[in-house]
Every structure is written in C-alpha cells, then in structure tokens.
C-alpha cells in the first residue's frame, strides 16, 4: 500500500527554529489560533507567527496568565477557553464566528502530558478530553471561519503517539488507569484527527497535519517527577538538560509552524511531520516516524464518529 508518508526534503532539520522556518515568508493579513500559545513551544509559536506578520488569537484557559506572557508582541490579542469545557469551548468559538473573521491557521497546541487520573464534563479522561475532544470540538465550531480562509489545521501530537493506538474498548480508561497509556492514545488520537479532517476539508481548500515537536523541557512535564526525569536521562540532580537530542523551545516550536506555513506543503495534507519534514513510516526498533494505527484512514473515521458522538458537534455531518 501507498503512503504519503515520504520526507520531501524540505532543507531544514531538528535543529531549525521557528523563525528559520518562516525566513522569507510574510504573513500580514493572515489570522492563526494557537492554543495554549502563552507558555512553551506555544509562546515560541505566537512570537515567532507575530513577527512574520500573522495576527495570533492565544485562547487560554488562565487568560491573565496569558495576558502576562504575550504582553510587548505586537498583534496579539487572548481569549478565554477551557479545552475540557464544552461550553466553554462553544463558546470562544461563537464569539470568535461573531467577529466576522477568517482563519488563516490553527494550531491546536495545547495540551497536557500524563497527569493523574482526572475526570472533566461527564466524567472522561482527562488527556484524552482535553488534547483531542477539545480540539476537535474547537475545529468543527471554528469550520465556518476555517474554510473561509481556505486554512491549514495543525494538530501537535507526540512520538508517544507510538505508545497505544485508540483504545476502543476502553478510551475513558474507566477499567483501569496508566497516565502514559493515556497520553499515547490521546496523541494517536491527535494524528488520526488530522488525517480525518484533511479528507473532510481539502474540497473546501482547507489541509490538515499532525506534527511532533521533538522533545523539549518545556511546563509540560509539570506532572512528572523530577526523579523521574533525572531516571529518564532528561535533567541532572540540578534540573540542567543532559539529553543532547532535546530541543529548545524554538527549534521544538518549528514544525508546528513550518506545517502551518510552509508553501512546500502546498496541496499536501493527512500527514504526521517531525523535524520540519514529512516523517516516514515507523521502523520497529528506530525512533521516529509515524505508526501505522495512527495513521490508517478507517480508524480516523472511526475516531471521528466517536468524538462527534461524544461532543455534539461535526461540522460535516450532512456531507460525511
């Protein structure tokens, strides 16, 4: 079987930036939403898309946290949102639909990395709401305002996507509670949602993509020991990185931007990219690329059909 899963040679790598990535490109005019776009890779991300002109909506949860952080970036302004909120989720959405405005780019950042076992809305697992229902939610009621501008979605997955694929016969882990497990699923979940999306959309000129950041000490670990990452090979007993393949937050920041903007992805979408490339099939054994249960078409249509059972919402629905 075929694969769009090829690198297309894209001149950059994991040691590129955000800003490398966007050398020569002007985004004046343009309208992006970056998720959690206040800390972390996501405030690399909300500086490096203001620079080169865009104009960032930054939806945060703890919105003065984020007024504090975008504070002095021109072209920032912030939103009040709570991924594990429906209604709150709806409701960003509606007035953000009320302004009138297109979307040029979404880049659903957010998200939260092996927590302990937390329950939000009726009672879901936590990662798995808030990393994809939340998202997806916030893409379908974004739709009108996507397709306007003909835009690219990009959902931030992990290579922990590799952990588990969905786990059908569990996915609100209600038989038993692993934080990793669930945070792998919820990234294999992030990937088949842009490959559903991108087969929904690319009619209406709208393409999706998954990316993983590479890994970068960012607030995402606030739920991991600091044993832990000192036992992982991550930080030394001072907290100071030891592993030489972890990224800065800039170069972790670049292939959510380079799949947001880059032309050389121009009629290109349903792929999962790493390292400002296309990422090639996962090779038992290697690190790296994408696995086939986070890439396979009828489990993205699956997924699909559960989370717009579960949230209500498809912005598809008369066409799927």
Not at 301 to 306: D, G, N, P, S
Request: charged share 20%.
């Amino acid at each position: 079987m075929t694969t769009p899963q090829h690198k297309i040679g894209s001149g950059l790598g994991a040691r590129s930036t955000a800003d490398d990535v966007l050398r020569g490109i002007d985004l004046s005019g343009s309208t992006a939403i970056v998720t959690g776009g206040y800390s972390g890779l996501g405030l690399e991300t909300t500086r490096a898309l203001a620079r080169a002109g865009a104009h960032v909506v930054v939806p945060a949860r703890r919105r003065e946290a984020a007024q504090k952080a975008v504070q002095g970036i021109d072209g920032v302004e912030t939103e009040d949102l709570d991924l594990a909120d429906l209604d709150s989720v709806r409701g960003f959405a509606d007035r953000f639909l009320a302004s009138g405005r297109k979307v040029d780019l979404v880049i659903n950042n957010a998200g939260i990395m092996a927590c302990p076992e937390t329950r939000v809305g009726p009672g879901w697992e936590a990662q798995f709401a808030t990393n994809h229902l939340g998202h997806y939610a916030l893409v379908n009621h974004l739709w009108p305002a996507i397709a306007q501008g003909g835009g690219r979605v990009v959902a931030v997955s992990s290579g922990a996507h590799g952990i588990t694929g969905v786990r059908w016969d569990d996915v609100q882990c209600e038989s038993g509670y692993d934080r990793w497990q669930a945070y792998g699923q919820a990234k294999a979940a992030n990937v088949l949602f842009a490959v559903h999306l991108d087969a929904l959309g690319r009619d209406a000129g709208v393409r999706a993509f998954a990316v993983h950041p590479g890994s970068i000490l960012t607030p995402l670990q606030r739920h991991l020991a600091k044993a832990e990452m000192v036992d992982a090979g991550w930080i030394d007993e001072s907290g100071n990185p030891t592993d030489p393949t972890f990224k800065t937050p800039a170069q972790g920041a670049a292939t959510q931007v380079w799949a947001a903007t880059s032309p050389q992805l121009a009629g290109m979408g349903g792929v999962y990219c790493e390292d400002c490339d296309i990422a090639e099939p996962a090779v038992d054994g290697a690190e790296g690329g994408v696995h086939a249960q986070a890439a396979d078409p009828e489990q993205a249509a699956r997924l699909w059909a559960l989370s717009a059972g579960l949230t209500g919402v498809d912005a598809f629905a008369a066409t799927a």
